[in-house]
Structures are given as structure tokens and as C-alpha cells.
């Protein structure tokens, strides 16, 4: 699983610490991390302090690969930032969306509901032909 950490130094253990701030869920979807969460890096590992990294955990939680995030954090500004895509926008966003689902909704449902009358409407229309067929035969039985 893929995490965005801030590297910081353990000055109790004398080692640099990985504290996880947020995790990937799905390609463009992540998750903050609101607890303190850290991963020991070893001795062998020296980074500089503060540094934004995208580590890749194993599901064990043993560190796969750890790569520097300045990268994946300038492709982020340039993808989202550049464009005027602010919480707000994305917000206002998902509202008109929910709204459109709404309303298709609703429009389901009405075309649903017609659908039920009008099969109703041709049962009743099959029911009378049906009716004035037998009523039809009745009178040409009596005429004879």
C-alpha cells in the first residue's frame, strides 16, 4: 500500500522515523491518517529531516520502496492547482452531480410509473374488446 510520510528524526532512539499522513486507497482517492503513525527507518537510512516521501508498505507493514514525493507533489499542483480546481469548485461539483442523479432518479421512477398505466390501460382496453367480442356473439346467437 502506498503512504505519503514526512521523515523526522527519533533523537530517544537516534534513528529517522517515517510519520504517515495519508494513505491510497484507489488511483486517485487517499485517505489522511489523523493518528500519529511511524515506521522506524533504521540507522542505515540517514534523510533529511522533514523530507515528503511516498513509501510503499508491504502488507505486513516492511518497507517496499521509499521515494522522494517532490515529484508526484509538482504533478499534483500541475494537474489540479494550475486549473483553478479549489474544494469549493469540487464541492459545488458534487452537488450538481448528486442532483443530476437525483433527478434521473425521479425520472425512472416516472417513466416506471407511466409504464405501469399504460400496461394497465392495455389490459383494460384488451379486457372490453374482449368483452364486446362475447357481448357480439351473444346478439348473433340470439338473432338466430
Given amino acids: 500500500m502506498l503512504y505519503l510520510a514526512q521523515v523526522r528524526k527519533n533523537d530517544f ?3 529517522y522515523q517515517l510519520r504517515l499522513l495519508a494513505r491510497q486507497e ?13 515506521i522506524l527507518l533504521g540507522k542505515g537510512n540517514p534523510m533529511s529531516e522533514n ?27 500541475q494537474t489540479y492547482l494550475t486549473t483553478g ?29 407511466r409504464s405501469l398505466e399504460l400496461e394497465a390501460r392495455r389490459e383494460q382496453i384488451q379486457a372490453l374488446e374482449e368483452s364486446l367480442k ?3 356473439n351473444g346478439y348473433h346467437k340470439d338473432e338466430e
Fill in 26 to 38: 484507489i488511483d486517485n482517492l487517499w485517505a489522511i491518517i489523523p493518528e500519529e503513525a511511524f
Fill in 13 to 15: 532512539l537516534e534513528q
Fill in 134 to 136: 362475447r357481448e357480439k
Fill in 51 to 77: 523530507l515528503l516521501v511516498l513509501v510503499e508498505l508491504s502488507p505486513t507493514g516492511d518497507i517496499q520502496k521509499v521515494e522522494d514525493a517532490t515529484d508526484w507533489v509538482l504533478h499534483l499542483v
Fill in 85 to 113: 480546481i479549489t474544494p469549493e469548485f469540487l464541492q459545488h461539483e458534487a452537488e450538481r452531480a448528486e442532483n443530476w442523479r437525483q433527478s434521473l432518479t425521479l425520472q425512472n421512477q416516472d417513466l416506471a410509473r
